[in-house]
């Protein structure tokens, strides 16, 4: 090994110490669980904000509905429903049921820019949608899209929504209002 390698190497063995130092067991272990853990809720309510478009785009409704808590509250375009089998209510009236077998091959829901704060038990985040649906030639076009304020509730051990308003922003269309 040449000796020009030697500081470089030195550094990275200098750097690689003190992170070693700062995961020593005492109090920073309890603070680098409570990251882990907060990551962690993170991870799995990036994965149920994700799985609410494509229930949604499935129009699998009561996988939809079982992602809010039992008083979870939707509101949007439909108005405000209140717990799992309101909210499927509410979208099988305004959307219908699908038909047997129904496969979903003309829309779909981006979900983006997720930012999630997590203080224990809950959780609120915000995030942006795109609908995409078929033109007319067949290619993806962008249909509508909106934002969507989440508070969230860790409920028998699985993050749950306890409310979701929903805002559309393209084409704009004014917030609902409360209770309505």
């Not at 091959?105 to 997590?118: E, G, P």
Request: aromatic residues 8%.
């Amino acid at each position: 090994m040449t000796s020009a390698r030697w500081p470089g190497l030195l550094a990275c063995a200098a750097l690689f110490g003190v992170t070693l130092a700062s995961a020593t067991p005492g109090a920073s272990t309890s603070a680098l669980e409570q990251r882990l853990r907060d990551l962690e809720a993170k991870d799995d309510i990036r994965r149920l904000l994700v799985d609410y478009g494509e229930y949604l785009d499935a129009q699998d409704y009561p996988r939809y509905a079982a992602l809010f808590a039992k008083d979870g509250v939707w509101t949007g375009g439909f108005g405000t429903a209140k717990g799992p089998a309101a909210i499927q209510t509410m979208l099988e009236k305004n959307m219908g049921k699908p038909a047997p077998g129904f496969i979903n091959k003309t829309k779909f829901h981006l979900m983006t820019t997720m930012v999630i704060d997590v203080s224990g038990d809950t959780a609120r985040a915000r995030s942006r949608y795109m609908v995409m649906i078929a033109g007319a030639d067949g290619r993806p076009v962008t249909s509508h899209a909106g934002r969507y304020l989440d508070e969230l509730v860790r409920e028998n051990g699985a993050w749950k929504i306890r409310s979701r308003a929903t805002y559309g922003t393209i084409p704009y269309r004014e917030p609902p209002a409360p209770g309505g």
